[in-house]
């Protein structure tokens, strides 16, 4: 079993990570910014799903594929990048500046789940960097290599995911307070826009290393 003092180690470790802006947190806060908190929280259910997928796959080895491979870390890398420009182009098409335009298609919870998980899944950075985090915390003479990650996983899932909800909820009453903005829904969704498609080129320039 791990250490307390190495568990707590790692707990502030995780704190530390949640409190810096990534692509999930950025592309969460935007969501509610643009959508409200039923689609930020949605979409969190969708980002959150994705990092289970990321720490499962540290904790099984199967991240060592993509530190590997590095076609494999590029093909993830820019299918990524292509659904995100795709989501990028969609948003702001939706966007309707005239206030005779017909309402905009409105989103279901299937939809933002699925949005949020590809966006979470197709960063292959988070894998590798969960492959990187473990080994420094996890100590083979204190048992099961597998368990201690697994432990080790849900306390980072725990932490990423209570943080982001507080950043979900906090933008969630940015929306509430600017609703009555003039344009406000037509520049929220291309500030969406832009978050994906700033997303998409960050993953296209991003090297691996």
Request: contains cysteine.
């Amino acid at each position: 079993m791990i250490a307390i003092d190495t568990w707590l180690l790692f707990v502030a470790a995780c704190v530390a990570l949640a409190i810096t802006p990534g692509p999930n947190l950025v592309y969460l806060v935007a969501r509610t910014v643009s959508q409200g908190r039923r689609a930020g929280m949605v979409s969190l259910a969708g980002t959150t799903t994705g990092f289970v997928g990321h720490v499962l796959a540290a904790a099984f080895g199967l991240a060592a594929l993509l530190a590997a491979v590095p076609v494999a870390y590029d093909a993830i890398r820019y299918a990524g990048a292509a659904y995100l420009a795709w989501l990028a182009w969609t948003t702001w098409r939706d966007a309707r500046p005239l206030p005779g335009a017909a309402p905009t298609r409105p989103i279901g919870g299937g939809e933002l789940y699925r949005a949020g998980l590809a966006t979470s899944l197709l960063n292959p950075k988070v894998a590798l960097f969960q492959l990187a985090l473990f080994p420094q915390f996890v100590d083979p003479t204190r048992g099961d290599v597998l368990v201690q990650s697994l432990l080790l996983g849900a306390t980072q899932i725990t932490v990423v995911a209570g943080f982001d909800s507080l950043c979900v909820l906090a933008a969630a009453g940015i929306r509430r307070r600017m609703s009555g903005a003039t344009r406000w829904a037509v520049w929220s969704k291309r500030l969406l826009a832009g978050v994906f498609g700033a997303l998409a080129v960050r993953l296209v320039l991003d090297e691996h290393r």
